[in-house]
């Protein structure tokens, strides 16, 4: 069964300060997704990893995969307060792209002044 | 463009009471999900569909019926509902498994 953990559940980080989210996964799969939620809204897709080393970058925002170690990392740049949210990874079961995401249970973050 | 459109977006029950949520996309997705998202937690999947015709369990069926008569719609029956199945309802949809999945705005939902 494949399991997806997220570290931190929650963060809470000053303006301008970097941090990293880490998604740990289980089984072997080459596909992640990066989701963020705002308060009472709903996903919206962040980022796609389709394959190991993958690297891509939105802004303040930049996610990476290593599928050998199973972990995927987010990485906040000089956050602002827009940045706060939660941020979901999700995991696809299989290599070929057939089976559901399994997601974390977040990062709540709270980027404060 | 539309995306995805969830109905009701809020919605009170009775318990025993049986109601649909229903969900439709615009963008000619063959896979369609339905999610439920308790306080503080992740999406679980209740069921999903790779196309017309095609459903399958995901990790919470149970309390729960789809059908796929469309591609365009994906409705989530209740029935006989239950305290334990208050939470908020989303509905996701994706060209394949490959590619993100686009969500709709959540139905949220209490049953007392």
């Known amino acids: 069964e494949l399991k997806v953990e997220q570290n931190p559940l929650f963060l809470s980080m000053q303006e301008g300060k970097n941090y990293t989210i880490y998604c740990n996964y289980s089984?072997?799969?080459?596909?992640l997704y990066w989701y963020r939620q705002d308060p009472g809204k709903s996903l919206e897709s962040l980022f796609v990893?389709?394959?190991?080393?993958a690297v891509k970058q939105e802004g303040r925002l930049m996610a990476s995969l290593d599928t050998k170690a199973r972990l995927s990392t987010l990485h906040i740049t000089a956050a602002v307060h827009d940045l706060s949210a939660t941020y979901f990874c999700?995991?696809?079961?299989?290599?070929?792209?057939?089976?559901?995401?399994?997601f974390g249970k977040g990062t709540r973050l709270s980027v404060i002044a | 463009n539309a995306g995805v459109t969830q109905t009701p977006k809020f919605r009170i029950l009775k318990i025993g009471q049986s109601m649909t949520l229903q969900c439709t996309q615009d963008m000619n997705h063959n896979y369609m999900y339905w999610y439920r998202q308790d306080p503080g937690m992740g999406l679980k999947l209740i069921y999903y569909?790779?196309?017309?015709?095609?459903?399958d369990k995901g990790e919470v069926p149970n309390g729960y019926n789809v059908s796929r008569s469309t591609t365009e719609d994906f409705p989530l029956r209740l029935e006989l509902a239950a305290p334990s199945q208050t939470s908020v309802y989303f509905c996701?949809?994706?060209?394949?498994?490959?590619?993100?999945?686009?969500f709709g705005d959540g139905t949220r939902l209490s049953i007392l």
């Open positions: 999700a995991v696809d079961r299989s290599t070929s792209g057939n089976t559901p995401l399994v």
């Open positions: 996701a949809s994706s060209y394949d498994g490959n590619q993100p999945q686009h």
């Open positions: 569909s790779v196309g017309a015709g095609i459903t």
């Open positions: 089984t072997t799969s080459d596909r």
């Open positions: 990893l389709l394959s190991n080393g």
